[in-house]
């Protein structure tokens, strides 16, 4: 079978591509250029043919994917604005919601023989919270909260927000954000819903939390992670962190869990039309440093790594109910103890801890 993978090229990317190459899928890369493409290819480089790339410079463009949706069985749209620099509300909408569009429309008019399409969102969509008691989280939530402080802040609004609110968007819907909707139909669910009798294949929304684990597209230094691997380098090494700070919430998933998740969402009967959150638990930042200094005491003894303030509750505010994604999907996840060891032996293994 052949899937179109946009994103490719990302480190969620870079992993979907390698479940599915190991497992005898013929992958269709998207990236903005080939010459962005090239090191993926390189590191790919055994497979030969069963790689190849395309280049899709601007995603938001109707008709984007429209060659690179033929002949394909199943579709991974994983690009979005990712880039926590970003400023303007609008450069984190545009991308995400008519990106999402146009591999839609492209999906629609163009995907002769495609059965799937899964669509990578974010837990933050569902929504979070920032204080204990534990709340739980599920499939039936949004954030509208996200959409509606970036519509009032703009682009004061808090980075995190700014993101959420674009996955809010993409999934859902435009006319919550804009108020002359230019599209017919707006965002992966309405998209989905209007026309799904007449399309050959089904939808998925993959909703990770926080993805951890090795990555292996080229770096330059901890800077140059991705956001999620940059905030957890940050939180573990980062010796000026607030009280605050360190109470702060996040859920985890290792890299590999949820590639194979994407990759089981094209596969599952049962992940057709679902909304599936993956993730493998709830932790805080000191709760992170607290086992980390088992896992590793060495780190901590050497003062490689800052310990933080051991006196805090560590109790998490939020917890995503994993128990759908985990029966849909068929998959268990690796626990917390090995995605911190995997985490930090793969910055160890780069000289990332000075
Ligand atoms: P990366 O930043 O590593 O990858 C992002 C990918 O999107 C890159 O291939 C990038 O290409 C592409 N991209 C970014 N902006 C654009 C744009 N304007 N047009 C076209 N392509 C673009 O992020 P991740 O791998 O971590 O994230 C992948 C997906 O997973 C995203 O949808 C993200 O929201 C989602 N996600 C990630 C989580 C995490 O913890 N990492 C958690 C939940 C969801 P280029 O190199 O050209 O910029």
Redesign the pocket.
């Known amino acids: 079978s052949h899937v179109l993978v ?8 870079y992993w979907i591509v390698r479940k599915l190459l190991e497992q005898g899928y013929t992958v269709r890369a998207a ?2 250029s080939l010459a ?1 493409g090239q090191p993926l290819k390189d590191y790919f480089s055994s497979y030969g043919d069963k790689l190849e790339l395309i280049a ?1 410079p ?3 463009r109707n008709g984007a994917f429209d060659e690179a949706v033929k002949g394909v069985d199943g579709i991974i749209h ?6 926590f620099s970003i400023v303007e509300p609008e450069d984190w909408i545009k ?1 995400a919601l008519d ?1 999402t569009l146009s591999v839609l429309e492209s999906a629609k008019n163009f995907g002769d023989k495609l059965q799937r399409l899964v669509i ?5 969509a569902a929504g979070f919270t920032d204080s204990p008691p534990t709340v739980r989280i599920t499939e039936e939530d949004w954030n509208d909260l996200a959409v509606e402080i970036t519509k009032s802040q703009g682009r004061d609004a808090p980075v995190m927000i700014k ?1 959420t609110a674009s ?1 809010v968007l993409a999934e859902k819907g435009e006319h919550l954000y804009r108020a002359n909707v230019l599209h017919a139909d707006t965002a992966a669910w309405e998209f989905y819903n209007k026309h799904k009798n007449n399309l050959s294949w089904e939808l998925v929304t993959i ?5 951890l684990g090795p990555a292996l ?1 080229p770096l330059q230094g901890p800077e140059t992670l ?4 940059w905030l957890f380098y940050d939180a573990i090494t980062n010796p000026q962190k607030s009280d605050e700070e360190l109470k702060g919430t996040y859920n985890y998933i290792h890299v590999e869990d949820i590639s194979q998740a994407h990759v089981a969402a094209l596969q599952r009967a049962e992940a057709a039309g679902e909304r599936i959150i993956v993730s493998a638990g709830a932790e805080t930042f000191q709760g992170t440093r607290n086992l980390l200094r088992q896992l590793r005491p060495e780190l901590y003894e050497a003062k490689v790594l800052p310990v933080g303030n051991t006196a805090l509750d560590v109790t998490p505010a939020y917890i995503y109910n994993i128990e759908k994604g985990k029966k849909v999907l068929g998959l268990e996840y690796e626990k917390e103890a090995k995605i911190l060891k995997d985490t930090v032996e793969f910055f160890e293994s780069r000289g990332y801890f000075k």
């Open positions: 946009t994103g490719a090229n990302g480190y969620i990317g990236v903005r962005k899709v601007d995603i938001t994983t690009a979005t604005a990712s880039d991308p990106g990578t969102s974010s837990v933050v993101y996955k909703l990770p939390s926080h993805v597209q991705n956001v999620s691997l």
